[in-house]
């Protein structure tokens, strides 16, 4: 179906937070609280960042940024995860990230714009039925707001100027065309989620 190399590829564009990062970064020494930023990239170049804070007194991983995707305004997320400590066999402790659906997981993918584990955003745990009527949810939504716009054309009572397009309709079909373009990016996204979690199994 798909190549190994394809999966990997779509998996690390994916934006997540991984627990052995927080270690390596110094994130999760004890009773010390520690905030700094997380940077994630795809094949070198930027994808996004979000600000990161760890609470050594009450063990939350707090982190905020802003969520973008092709149908919905940025939006602020700040949300707080729990980090468990469990001891290790040969002394130490072993850190995880919890999830909401109470697993503990060393990572966490912002698949939506929430962080939840691979579990949660496991598509094979959902029936075929619910996932295509998720994919349409997705697609009916840019639709609706497509239509609005499409609707302010017919508003635009003068089109055309002495044989040219008007500035103001020159805009509507520059933006139109970006509209165009964006709807395969949402059923890109929901097929790269797909991969990525194929890639994980
Ligand atoms: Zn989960």
Not at 39 to 61: F, P
Request: glycine fraction near 4%.
């Amino acid at each position: 179906m798909i190549s190994r190399y394809m999966s990997k590829y779509t998996c690390e564009s994916l934006k997540r937070i991984d627990i052995k990062f927080l270690k390596n970064e110094g994130y999760l020494i004890k009773n010390t609280s520690k905030s700094g930023m997380i940077v994630w990239s795809s094949c070198g170049e930027e994808t996004g960042r979000a600000d990161i804070y760890v609470d050594a007194l009450n063990h939350t991983l707090n982190i905020s940024y802003y969520y973008r995707d092709p149908w919905i305004e940025r939006t602020y997320v700040s949300s707080d995860i729990l980090i468990i400590s469990t001891p290790c066999h040969f002394g130490g402790q072993r850190y995880w990230l919890k999830c909401e659906c109470e697993r503990h997981v060393e990572i966490l993918y912002a698949g939506g714009v929430k962080f939840k584990c691979r579990h949660c955003y496991d598509l094979t745990y959902y029936s075929q039925q619910e996932y295509t009527s998720k994919m349409f949810a997705a697609l009916g939504k840019a639709w609706k707001k497509e239509e609005k716009f499409k609707e302010e054309c017919s508003k635009m009572r003068v089109k055309f100027w002495k044989g040219k397009p008007t500035k103001r309709y020159r805009r509507w079909l520059e933006k139109l065309s970006q509209y165009e373009e964006s709807e395969p990016i949402v059923l890109q996204q929901l097929e790269k989620l797909i991969r990525c979690l194929d890639a994980t199994e």
